[in-house]
């Protein structure tokens, strides 16, 4: 927590960061983006390769991840994306895991685990975040992969089925949020960790996907996995305080709580603003460089209004959606609640506006924009997921009406 005054002013040791990702991100990931894509394999040598640097490490995103001014993760996200969301994502899929630990782990859990998730830059690694089931999405409630205590053994019995889990079945360590008390709906739910090798824990199938083919999604099987009990976040302790917090509230009536997986996402969900930022501004600058290159009935298309005002709103776009993200940013920094859902409305709006820019960016480069040859579809494809995980823009506009309105609107 810090009461550092908001300036959109990056200090020096924020440019110099900056720089080197940027140069990471055009030197690095940029030329390897359509070859992963097409791939569509995790690009193991080009995390890798971030090791070596420092890139892909605790170490680094800690250090972001604290910076007392809340910019440092959003400019970290902004700069990698902007080189290609595919490879990123496998970059910084890891962080979300990582968030969901220290989001809900007790310090002890953090200091054993987090390091694990990324290995060392001889034998890299990756997390996995299982929230989401394929009857449970933006409906977080209905999940049903159930934890069962063994109080003989001290251990938990997860069974389940995870599904859409970046890095899931690839990953070292997997958070699995699963269901401890099915009465208590979302406040009955809690966070493990599942460790490297846990027997019963295998991948279902892998999705072949629209955008960010360079990122591993696949689905999580949970048959009777056995974790000790100090996997679960938090400790058994502080649950049992929590579940009888949550039945005293649902016997009263109840008013609302925050359950494991929401503390992560709301964690999380500036950062992911900042991503969909980094995309719209990549797929902006081919565009702005195309339109005063391609000649059409004798002068560059940009002289026409039509395609420079495109760009005019494109910049515009960009730049508010980098200002909502910045803010909650620098509220989450600065420990001020996120009262008017300032967390949601910046994903909100940052997703809404990598959609539309790639999709303007592909129109004024013509057919070219259309085709493989240029990268612009590709960021087009990838900026889809950004109304749709972390949850959906209808998702984030129900946060928003509900936390402004104070009513439970459906
Ligand atoms: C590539 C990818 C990676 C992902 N990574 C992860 C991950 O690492 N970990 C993880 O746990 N999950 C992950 N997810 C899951 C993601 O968060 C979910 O897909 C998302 O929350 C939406 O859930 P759903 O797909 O079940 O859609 P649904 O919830 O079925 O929604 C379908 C449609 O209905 C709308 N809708 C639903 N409810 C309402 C409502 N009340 N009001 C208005 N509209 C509504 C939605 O907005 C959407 O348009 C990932 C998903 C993808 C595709």
Redesign the pocket.
């Known amino acids: 927590m810090s009461d550092s005054t908001f300036t959109l002013d990056l200090n020096e040791d924020q440019k110099e960061i900056r720089e080197w990702i940027h140069g990471f991100a055009a030197d690095v990931i940029r030329p390897a983006a359509a070859e992963w894509d097409e791939r569509e394999e995790t690009p193991w040598p080009v995390i890798q390769e971030a090791a070596k640097i420092g890139l892909y490490s605790l170490d680094f995103y800690a250090q972001q991840f604290f910076d007392p001014t809340g910019l440092g993760i959003a400019m970290t996200m902004e700069e990698l994306f902007w080189g290609d969301a595919g490879i990123a994502l496998s970059i910084v899929?890891t962080g979300?895991a990582a968030v969901g630990v220290l989001a809900n782990g007790t310090e002890e859990q953090i200091g054993t685990w987090v390091p694990q998730m990324y290995g060392d830059p001889d034998d890299v690694k990756v997390a996995?975040?299982?929230?989401?089931e394929p009857d449970a999405?933006?409906?977080v409630a209905a999940m049903r992969t159930r934890a069962v205590y063994d109080e003989a053994k001290d251990e938990w019995v997860l069974n389940g089925t995870?599904t859409?889990?970046?890095?899931?079945g690839i990953a070292n360590i997997h958070v699995v949020v699963a269901v401890v008390d099915p009465e208590l709906g979302s406040k009955g739910h809690a966070s493990f960790i599942v460790p490297p090798d846990t027997p019963g824990l295998s991948q279902g199938q892998k999705?072949k996907?629209h955008g960010?083919r360079a990122?591993h999604?696949a689905e999580v099987v949970l048959e009777d996995v056995r974790v000790p009990g100090s996997c679960l976040l938090g400790g058994k302790e502080k649950l049992d305080e929590r579940l009888a917090r949550a039945r005293e509230r649902a016997r009263q009536g109840g008013e609302r709580v925050k359950n494991a997986?929401m503390a992560t996402f709301e964690a999380s969900r500036p950062a992911v603003g900042a991503q969909a930022v980094g995309i719209a501004r990549a797929a902006y600058e081919i565009a702005l460089d195309y339109a005063k290159e391609r000649v059409q009935f004798g002068r560059p298309i940009i002289d026409n209004q039509g395609v420079a005002f495109q760009l005019a709103d494109m910049r515009t776009r960009i730049d508010a959606a980098r200002l909502l993200v910045w803010r909650a940013s620098w509220m989450a920094a600065a420990g001020k609640p996120f009262e008017s859902a300032e967390g949601s409305m910046s994903k909100l709006y940052a997703g809404e506006t990598a959609k539309s820019v790639t999709a303007q960016a592909m129109q004024i480069l013509g057919g070219n924009g259309y085709t493989r040859e240029y990268p612009v579809e590709r960021m087009h494809r990838d900026a889809a997921?950004y109304t749709?995980?972390?949850?959906?823009?209808?998702?984030q506009r129900?946060v928003i009406a509900r936390t402004l309105s104070g009513v439970p609107i459906?």
Request: proline share 0%; hydrophobic share 40%.
């Open positions: 899929g979300l996995a975040f299982c929230s989401s999405g933006s409906d995870k859409w889990a970046t890095n899931g999705f996907k960010i990122s999604t997986a997921i749709i995980f972390e949850g959906t823009s209808e998702i129900l459906r």
